[in-house]
């Protein structure tokens, strides 16, 4: 094991898309690794591969509390309470981390059971329409933001308290955890987080979904006509209804905050067009050039001819423990920074 | 030369993304193609490639009369009046059609020269977010939606009188310019294609442009956080923003229609979530029925197997100018279907 390993197994619960990729990255870097999933027909999919895989929770909990595992919690957010209540029941004494969608949702059912001091929440921003086991794959995480938060961390220091070594640990083995599926660990708190999602993951959907209905209205002839600017739109509009509800109605606060920017922005463009000159160059002009800052910040550089891509993303090295470190998180999420821990 | 080639020469006036990429195609299948670029960097860049492109206008025009080419106009709508000025002074006799994303504009502008005899609408449902001939590649239509209009042969018919037999010629031979580029010939009336691509083009485009505005509105950390969903649903915004406004200021109706539709829904759902009870049932449900049907009807089949992708769009065979052809017409352009000529 090198200085760099996850220090204890890591324990998946929840085997779709991003439970399974991560845990077929993980097997790829000889990372211990097992998991439970539900679906019998994914757990029987996954043991054939060769993954350590079951699908009685009970058994799998016992297991991660007796070898001391981290847990990843990678169900949809209305299973994440019963899934927490039987950590509580069989796994007592585990670390924890999730990669739901939403954070304050879950935050809020982690403090009610009084287990945030071994929770680490986390929301890989990666996936694909397509759900389940058979949709997971290796490589799904390179380069993507993987949020990790630490308000547990931020509201101790707060409050001038010391944060216990246990959630350092748990923290430090989090983001090695990320770093094995080479996504970049962006340290996040939960609030900001969900304000963030809403814009640039929930409104999306919620675009989508709509786009695809107006295409649809206008019949046969629309749908043949339909081409690269209207699939790429609507390509989430293939999720699992019940997975985009999820994330939405969960986050609806700071989603309906988004659409009420969203529909301003095009009722101006509505009236701008409805009238004798129509000119939309103000939302044009401005969609343009955000969409040029975007570019620039978000992943990796374009212009980079390495196969090896390089982050736009400013990078800061952190000692979890160390003298200022978690104002050196604050830091790094006012910058959608990564940290690399060491 | 076979039956199924071009009959004449074809001369394209602006070589960017679209008409670059349709020489290539041609080059590539042996028809004689030249063209003129307004761009000097361009046509130095396409002579310098062996294409046979002039920066001349008026030459290129002269040649084009002497060898009876069918010219395509290539260029944007504010350019496509002084092309047609141009083109009735020293191409008073050739047959055109043309590629502009818009197409009651560009048949007004046609009208009012009196040349709809000699001319045949046309719009290649594809693209990229890039422009000019540096943007140009082979093979950028394949399986595309090519809209062919037959407005002037409709209104002929329900005049009831004879369609000349330069249009009917004219007519193959954009039909049969657009099966070399392995592009599907859809014909569509002018305004039923403003309509159907205010909702599937234009639409996203505005959305792409106040989708991005909204995103980074979220600052540095929302920029680092946007994903797939995001990204894809933004593209369209790297486009240039003088051929965005040029799209959709001339389309300007059709747009407000489909505008006011997706406005409707997005406020629909945005007071659906801003309750205690958050849900977007129904939202979510539509919008995923509509998207899967317009996977099952836009293109090529995702279940095909073979390389060789069966095209979803209903086929008709026909023959120009034979008994009942233009109500063969109006019928495929009810189903959003595919014709070949025979």
């Given at each position: ?5 996850v220090?204890?197994p ?5 085997l ?7 845990m ?56 994440v ?20 969608s ?18 680490v ?13 058979s ?7 390179v ?66 979904e ?17 081409a690269?600017?209207f ?8 999720t ?30 509505r ?68 940290i690399?821990?060491?």
């Amino acid at each position: 094991m090198s200085s760099r390993d996850v220090s204890r197994p890591i324990c998946i619960i929840g085997l779709g898309l991003i439970g399974g990729s991560l845990m077929r990255d993980l097997v790829r870097h000889k990372q211990t690794v097992y998991g439970y999933n539900r679906s019998t027909s994914g757990t029987r999919a996954a043991v054939k591969e060769g993954f350590d895989v079951s699908d009685n929770l009970v058994a799998t909990l016992q297991r991660a509390e007796s070898d001391g595992a981290v847990l990843v919690i990678a169900v949809p957010m209305q299973a994440v309470a019963s899934v927490l209540d039987a950590i509580a029941e069989h796994a007592p004494n585990c670390g924890m981390t999730d990669v739901v969608s939403v954070k304050k949702p879950v935050y809020d059912l982690v403090r009610e059971r009084g287990m945030e001091s071994r929770y680490v929440g986390g929301h890989p921003m990666a996936g694909t329409e397509f759900s389940g086991w058979s949709a997971s794959k290796e490589q799904l995480f390179v380069r993507a933001a993987w949020v990790i938060t630490y308000d547990y961390a931020r509201d101790l220091e707060v409050d001038g308290l010391a944060i216990p070594a246990e959630w350092v640990s748990l923290f430090i083995d989090v983001c090695r955890m990320v770093a094995v599926t080479r996504a970049e660990a962006i340290p996040v708190s939960v609030r900001a987080h969900d304000e963030a999602v809403g814009r640039v993951s929930h409104l999306p959907h919620v675009i989508a979904e709509a786009l695809s209905i107006v295409g649809d209205n206008g019949g046969t002839l629309a749908q043949s006509l339909a081409a690269g600017s209207f699939k790429d739109a609507t390509r989430v509009a293939g999720t699992a209804p019940e997975l985009v509800r999820a994330m939405c109605e969960t986050n609806a606060a700071a989603l309906v905050y988004s659409l009420d920017e969203m529909i301003k922005l095009l009722t101006q463009a509505r009236n701008n067009l409805d009238t004798d000159n129509p000119n939309i160059e103000a939302l044009v002009d401005a969609g343009h050039r955000a969409h040029t800052r975007l570019e620039a910040r978000s992943g990796a550089r374009r212009e980079s001819v390495s196969p090896v891509k390089i982050s736009s993303r400013p990078v800061m090295r952190l000692h979890p423990g160390g003298k200022g470190w978690v104002r050196q998180l604050v830091q790094a999420e006012s910058l959608g920074g990564r940290i690399e821990v060491f």
